[in-house]
């Protein structure tokens, strides 16, 4: 069974920032997912009203909210990451979820191959406060620690 690293994106992390720290931890034959929320290039609203610009505003915006679309976006942003860590003999993939991040993380982790979750500090006390139940008011405005990545091993969240 390959061990796998998940490494949630947000909408304006940037991949190229990660690869440092994915690469000390990830060994040859490990599989790195990186999640990426749909929609990927985040929610974007009609602006005109009627007539021919707003049919083309409307055709926009089908091809910015499809699945498929996303999806290809999600891959073009995260392909220069893809290619360093292939190089480094680590598989890479893109899974681009709708809904809640804490179903998205345990869908991946129910067959126990997850091996780390690797995240930014923000979102990664964030998601280690969902998955104990202690996310309150006052810790979501808590001043980041210093260090840029947090680790997170699966088995001590469930």
Known sequence: MTKKILVPLGQYNRTEEMIPYIEKVARPGMKVVFLMRYPVDGIRWQTEAFGIMAALEA??????????????????????????????????????YAGSLKKAIRSHTLNGDVHL??????????IARLFDGTNSVFKL?????????LLINPRTLV
């Open 59 to 96: 055709r926009e915006l089908i091809n910015h909210y499809s699945w498929e679309g996303n999806l290809e976006r999600a891959k073009r942003k995260v392909a220069p990451a893809c290619e360093v860590l292939r190089t480094k003999g680590v598989e890479a993939d893109i899974d681009v």
């Open 117 to 126: 979750i690797m995240t930014r500090v923000g979102i990664g006390d964030w």
């Open 141 to 149: 405005f808590k001043r980041p620690s210093f260090s840029p990545v």
